[in-house]
């Protein structure tokens, strides 16, 4: 069809003329309500990204010489990030001479990562990063 002829009749039903495949010789064209097809196409958008989950990566900061009871705490609260399928950084951080000895934080680490073993996985394993030690864990 020629493109005069396609375009007075897109105009007579009161639609738009839209290139659907430019590339094809002859360039395909459809007649519709450009307007309408630009709302529904948002419409989906909207619905598929309302259904999405964004994991997000939640920090627990933990010292060497941590008490029991505060303990048990940080790590109710990981186990609450975790399961809502979130992922949970472990941060140990060292303070002025703590540094010298990892292996306290190395240990408070490894006590965290064996009370989740049910609920979590470990993603990256411990590291020494600066005055910090860190872990991720993620959901099962």
């Known amino acids: ?8 009749a897109a105009h007579e039903q009161g639609y738009d003329l839209v290139e659907v495949a430019p590339m094809a010789r002859p360039p395909v064209v459809r007649i519709m309500d450009y307007g309408k097809y630009k709302f ?13 989950h964004v994991i997000q990566i939640k920090e627990v900061k933990y010292r060497p010489g941590i008490e029991e009871h505060d303990f048990e705490t940080k790590t109710r609260h990981a186990r609450r990030f975790l399961s809502d399928g979130n992922k949970v950084k472990v941060t140990l951080m060292f303070r002025g001479r703590q540094i010298a000895h990892p292996e306290l934080g190395k240990a408070v680490v490894d006590r965290v990562a064996a009370s989740l073993t049910d609920v979590a996985k470990i993603e990256t394993d411990a590291r020494l990063e600066g005055k910090a030690l860190t872990m991720i864990l993620t959901p099962k």
């Open 1 to 8: 069809m020629e493109v005069d002829a396609a375009l007075s």
């Open 40 to 52: 529904e196409m948002a419409k989906q958008a909207r619905l598929a990204k309302k259904k999405q």
